[in-house]
T-cell receptor
């Protein structure tokens, strides 16, 4: 079956532009996570959804970052007024129904965002 | 300050050599995970260690959890170019979110 997919794979934005990054989780996976990964570093947690509910957004670095999952499947991470420090790979992961503290997280390939 | 400190940060070796990477912390964990991430891909879970002193083997990879459950190591025997990648240790909070170390970048030259 299909894994987690993300689009676009690459995005170049001019500073100040808004961007939207999409994540399609594995079908039936209730939990969805977003992470930010700087070059050569480990991923850092941004936010977590269980179905359509955003249960943890403690990792979002500023109010320019916004995530949604309105129907409990596809999720979008939006970054407003992008800054150069937003340049990173944005990873999405999903895990099986209702057991986020035990189930394996399956990661997508990421979206590489470059802000000029 | 990193909760999980990985060392070395970068390792370049020849095919056939052995290597060990480390994941250390001052905190005690109920479990630790190891992931491998290849360029252009997301991390893939290799193993979860749960019991202090536990040793798990995955082909040429040997994972160990420290007796005090504060550290872990990954040993690769006879490294191959296909082992090249970023190796990450992580622990999972009760909410499910993963906290990663900064990773060890391994390059295996043919």
């Amino acid at each position: 079956g299909a894994g987690v997919s993300q689009s676009p794979r690459y995005k170049v934005a001019k500073r100040g532009q808004d961007v939207a990054l999409r994540c399609d989780p594995i079908s039936g996976h209730v939990s969805l996570f977003w992470y930010q990964q700087a070059l050569g570093q480990g991923p850092e947690f941004l936010t977590y959804f269980q179905n359509e509910a955003q249960l943890d957004k403690s990792g979002l670095p500023s109010d320019r970052f916004f995530a949604e999952r309105p129907e409990g499947s596809v999720s979008t991470l939006k970054i407003q007024r992008t800054q150069q420090e937003d340049s990173a790979v944005y990873l999405c992961a999903s895990s099986a129904p209702a057991r986020p503290h035990t189930d394996t997280q399956y990661f997508g390939p990421g979206t590489r965002l470059t802000v000029l | 300050t990193q909760l999980l400190e990985q060392s070395p940060q970068f390792l370049s070796i020849q095919e056939g050599e052995n290597l060990t990477v480390y994941c250390n912390s001052s905190s005690v964990f109920s479990s630790l995970q190891w992931y491998r991430q290849e360029p252009g891909e997301g991390p893939v879970l290799l193993v979860t260690v749960v019991t202090g002193g536990e040793v798990k083997k995955l082909k040429r990879l040997t994972f160990q959890f420290g007796d005090a459950r504060k550290d872990s190591s990954l040993h690769i025997t006879a490294a191959q170019p296909g082992d090249t990648g970023l190796y990450l240790c992580a622990f999972r909070r009760n909410t499910g979110k993963l906290i990663f170390g900064q990773g060890t970048t391994l390059q295996v030259k043919p």
